[in-house]
């Protein structure tokens, strides 16, 4: 019989909790549900979990926060491991099934600090969140990080759209850059590793 592995398993750090404890179960601001993903980020890096990622998964019309993820790549060794992923796998968890969308469960957003790299496009199109929000979108990420974020098609927005995702972009955008420029800063320093910086190359 082939020895093989049959699981793996990816969590929050346990850092979050102390992140969480003095938000409020409801944040009805998009732009304070963007500040604490921006903080979440931030700090994730400089934990030496992964890359400096983190999203949010709330009740679009309450704001009553789900879930939240961080990108644990690092931490777990698996390559999968990014914000949108947890975040999005760990509300489905938290309301009991696959579909952030479905019927008898409230409208859900996905609040994440820059436009979806390829993988994470996929999983937040298949979540079933009926609005997505963005800090921005752009070369930025990939100009200053050297994060390699994947083929994404110029009308990625679009298709959200067409397939009743509404995409809020902007939402405080120059936060979002300041944290990647500190990460920057940390990767130039030899600080921290980028960890899918080959661009394609072998």
């Given at each position: 019989m082939i020895d093989i592995v049959r699981e793996f398993q990816v969590s929050l750090p346990p850092w979050i909790d102390d992140e969480l404890a003095d938000v409020p179960a409801v944040v009805p601001g998009r732009a304070d549900r963007m500040?604490?993903?921006?903080?979440l980020a931030d700090r994730n890096w400089r934990e030496g979990n992964g890359g400096p990622f983190a999203a949010l998964v709330a009740e679009r019309d309450t704001g009553r926060?789900?879930?939240?993820?961080?990108?644990?790549?690092?931490?777990?060794?698996?390559?999968?491991a990014h914000a949108e992923v947890l975040a999005l796998g760990l509300a489905q968890r938290a309301t009991g099934g696959w579909d952030l969308g479905g019927q008898g469960v409230p409208a859900h957003e996905l609040v994440v600090n820059w436009r979806p790299c390829v993988q994470c496009y996929g999983a937040t199109l298949w979540s079933g969140v009926r609005?997505?929000?963005?800090?921005?979108e752009g070369p930025e990420l990939e100009d200053i990080t050297t994060f390699d974020e994947g083929p994404l098609g110029a009308d990625w927005a679009?298709?959200?759209?067409?397939?009743?995702?509404?995409?809020?972009?902007?939402?405080?955008?120059?936060?979002?850059?300041a944290v990647f420029r500190a990460y920057r800063e940390a990767v130039d320093a030899d600080g921290v590793d980028v960890y899918n910086a080959r661009g394609g190359a072998e």
């Open positions: 500040r604490l993903v921006h903080r926060v789900v879930s939240v993820g961080v990108n644990v790549v690092l931490a777990s060794g698996v390559s999968s609005r997505l929000v963005v800090a921005g679009e298709q959200f759209e067409a397939r009743g995702i509404e995409v809020v972009g902007d939402v405080l955008r120059d936060e979002a850059l």
